[in-house]
């Protein structure tokens, strides 16, 4: 079992940067997928980016590509989300979650979540 953390969320205006950080604690978190979801207003929550255990595999939501960059850092057993060219739409509560296996999209395969970190992007 593993715990996740996120935290760098806040306001940002559009066109700039965040980085969101996911800390993951527990037993072996080095074996984990870790993947990273949004939830705008309104709106189902939707896959935005995911990594597996070895860093090699990586996948992100189509309305991301070209914009947002996942890495693990196993030192510091972090998932990091960089993301750049920031715009309204990409408001939303952003969390990390953690799986054993392959780099998946859907949610329900994810077993643990963090609490989730708000991004706030104004026009």
């Known amino acids: 079992q593993v715990r996740l953390v996120e935290s760098g969320g806040g306001l940002e205006q559009a066109g700039g940067s965040l980085r969101l950080s996911c800390a993951v604690t527990?037993?072996?978190?080095?074996?984990?997928?870790i993947g990273w979801f949004r939830q705008a207003p309104g709106k189902e929550r939707e896959f935005v980016a995911g990594i597996d255990n070895r860093g090699g595999d990586i996948h992100y939501g189509d309305s991301v590509k070209g914009r947002f960059t996942i890495s693990r850092d196993h030192a510091s057993n972090t998932v990091y989300l960089q993301m750049n060219s920031l715009s309204p739409e990409d408001t939303g509560v952003y969390y990390c979650a953690a799986e054993m296996g392959v780099v998946v999209t859907r949610e329900s395969w994810y077993d643990f979540w963090g609490q989730g970190t708000q991004v706030t992007v104004s026009s």
């Open positions: 527990g037993r072996s978190p080095e074996n984990y997928c």
